[in-house]
């Protein structure tokens, strides 16, 4: 079975200033890992993968996440956060060795409020 | 990406009552996923929903209570049935990313169609 941590349920950031929100994972084999942004009253906007390959991936809107499989972690980075950033983001991993296939599991969201 | 809508985008129901909801992709593809978020809760998949076959429900979900149609390769309903106060969240559709020819990657969510049952 495969799961996904997100340790904390909301980040506080000045605008400026660097912002991190992490996720690990669990998966039997190897993961496709995706990071999810949703502003309020939207739907899930995609916002970047691992699929395999560099471990820093490159997203929408300047964010990157780094793939760590010793740690399994693929914590979520932006250099310098904007107002605009503030909405609720979700980490997700599909085991790309899974029967199913198909079955995306997500995280349970944390919420990043960016201060002016 | 493949753009999906969503109707309705939101309703407000009474309890006993059932709910179609339509999702549309502007593209052919072989799976559609429904998924429901409760409030302030993750996403949980309800179902896969395969053209020309049954649904696949995920455990905790069954048909007589989400029945899914899926008569094309651009179109799903999932109905909420005898809805309860408990039925409340947001029910979301979604597609593999086919058209990249790497199935299996990523996923594209519709906006969402948000249920409060009263």
């Known amino acids: 079975a495969q799961s996904v941590a997100q340790p904390e349920d909301q980040v506080n950031v000045a605008e400026g200033n660097p912002l991190t929100v992490k996720c690990t994972y669990s998966?039997?084999?190897?993961?496709?890992l995706f990071w999810y942004v949703q502003y309020p009253n939207r739907g899930l906007q995609f916002l970047l993968k691992?699929?395999?390959?560099?471990?820093l991936v490159k997203g929408s809107y300047g964010f990157e996440a780094e793939f760590n499989k010793s740690q399994t972690s693929f914590h979520l980075k932006k250099p310098s956060a904007l107002v605009s950033d503030s909405a609720l983001y979700f980490c997700?991993?599909?085991?790309?060795?899974?029967?199913?296939?198909?079955?995306?599991?997500f995280g349970g969201g944390t919420r990043l409020m960016v201060k002016p | 990406s493949a753009v999906i809508s969503q109707k309705p985008s939101r309703d407000i129901c009474q309890r006993g009552t059932s709910l179609t909801i339509q999702c549309q992709v502007d593209?052919?593809?072989?799976?559609m996923f429904w998924y429901r978020q409760q409030p302030g809760q993750s996403l949980t998949l309800i179902a896969t929903?395969?053209?020309?076959?049954?649904?696949?429900?995920e455990s905790g979900f069954v048909i007589d209570k989400f029945p899914i149609s899926r008569p094309n390769l651009t179109f799903s309903t999932l109905t909420v049935s005898n809805m309860s106060p408990e039925d409340s969240s947001i029910y979301l559709c979604?597609?593999?990313?086919?058209?990249?020819?790497?199935?299996?990657?990523?996923?594209?969510f519709g906006p969402g169609t948000r249920l409060l049952v009263l």
């Open positions: 979604s597609v593999d990313d086919e058209a990249s020819g790497r199935h299996g990657e990523t996923q594209y």
């Open positions: 998966v039997s084999g190897n993961p496709y």
């Open positions: 691992y699929i395999t390959g560099d471990n």
């Open positions: 997700a991993v599909r085991d790309i060795l899974d029967n199913a296939g198909n079955m995306l599991t």
């Open positions: 593209s052919q593809v072989t799976m």
């Open positions: 929903a395969n053209q020309g076959s049954e649904a696949t429900y």
